[in-house]
């Protein structure tokens, strides 16, 4: 029996969504390959509103708040892509219109993952159940343990966090709101893990004495943390000597941490959980 990496959960989207996605990548990727832009710290910083944009259309997939004829783009792993394409799409537009892209690509970033979160809560209202107190909670834990967790890498490996920079900062606090998040729904509101591996973690946690008292989420957060740390340490050198691709692999790690971070906050808020 193969060992489950994959969440459960899902979702193809049928043959002509996905050639539409094909069609739409390769468009955004040639301009993109032709122009070669510089992958710089910033503009992977400047993509941070668009990954909690996607994690706010996937809950309103999930919610079946949106139309019928586009909900397949907005389940996952499609809305990943997607939310990357019309991110990508900007990006292309402003590179030929020769514009300046980060504070753009960020400004738009944002306003979309406005608009996807005030549709979540407007949503949820209209149902009667918006509950966000412990969201809230988990937004400020997360910031309280990924302040205290950069600043011991800073301590630990200075050298680290300069070559970095921001970016890991946005990478510990992605994995820090992922960590959190999961571990006070698993704890506090009874979610389930859809994730094979993070489930096992917690359930690992689960087994030892401490878990009547502290619960089994702590375990995951610790987790996340080595990983995110684990991960500026091992790839500072190679940002330095390839920034493009390095800061490209730092985003990406972001984007894992991050996403899932904010699809819970907005999840939890919407769904009447709390």
Same mark, same amino acid.
């Given at each position: 029996?193969?060992? $489950? ?7 193809? !989207? ?26 710089? $710290? ?8 668009? #990954?909690?944009? *996607? ?6 997939? $999930?919610?079946?708040?949106? !139309?019928? @004829? ?10 990943? &892509? ?33 608009? *996807? ?42 050298? &680290? ?17 992922? *960590? ?15 994730? !094979?591996?993070?489930?096992?973690? #917690? ?39 390839? !920034?493009? $691709? ?8 972001? @984007? ?5 971070? #904010? ?12």
């Amino acid at each position: 029996m193969f060992l $489950q990496i994959l969440p459960e959960g899902l979702v193809v !989207p049928g043959v002509p969504y996905l050639l539409g996605l094909a069609v739409a990548g390769i468009a955004v990727g040639a301009v993109l390959f032709a122009r070669r832009p510089p992958v710089t $710290q910033r503009l992977v910083v400047a993509f941070t509103p668009w #990954m909690a944009a *996607g994690a706010a259309l996937h809950v309103l997939y $999930q919610l079946a708040a949106v !139309p019928d @004829a586009v909900a397949p783009l907005f389940s996952a792993p499609a809305v990943y &892509v997607t939310t990357f394409l019309v991110a990508g799409a900007i990006w292309a537009g402003l590179i030929l219109a020769d514009r300046t892209v980060p504070p753009t690509l960020a400004v738009t970033g944002g306003v979309a993952t406005l608009a *996807g979160a005030a549709l979540v809560v407007w949503t949820a209202t209209s149902r009667g159940t918006f509950a966000p107190v412990l969201p809230v909670v988990a937004l400020l834990a997360s910031l309280v343990v990924a302040v205290v967790t950069y600043a011991i890498l800073d301590r630990v490996r200075p050298t &680290v966090t300069a070559r970095t920079g921001t970016l890991g900062a946005v990478v510990v606090f992605g994995h820090a709101l992922d *960590g959190v998040s999961t571990a006070i729904g698993v704890d506090l509101i009874g979610s389930g893990e859809r994730s !094979p591996i993070p489930a096992a973690i #917690m359930e690992l946690a689960g087994s030892l004495p401490t878990a009547p008292t502290i619960g089994k989420g702590w375990l995951f957060v610790l987790v996340k943390l080595l990983i995110a740390a684990a991960v500026l340490i091992l790839f500072a050198d190679f940002v330095e000597e390839d !920034p493009a $691709q390095g800061n490209a692999t730092l985003g990406l790690v972001a @984007a894992v941490g991050l996403g899932p971070g #904010m699809h819970n906050l907005l999840l939890f808020s919407a769904a009447g959980l709390l």
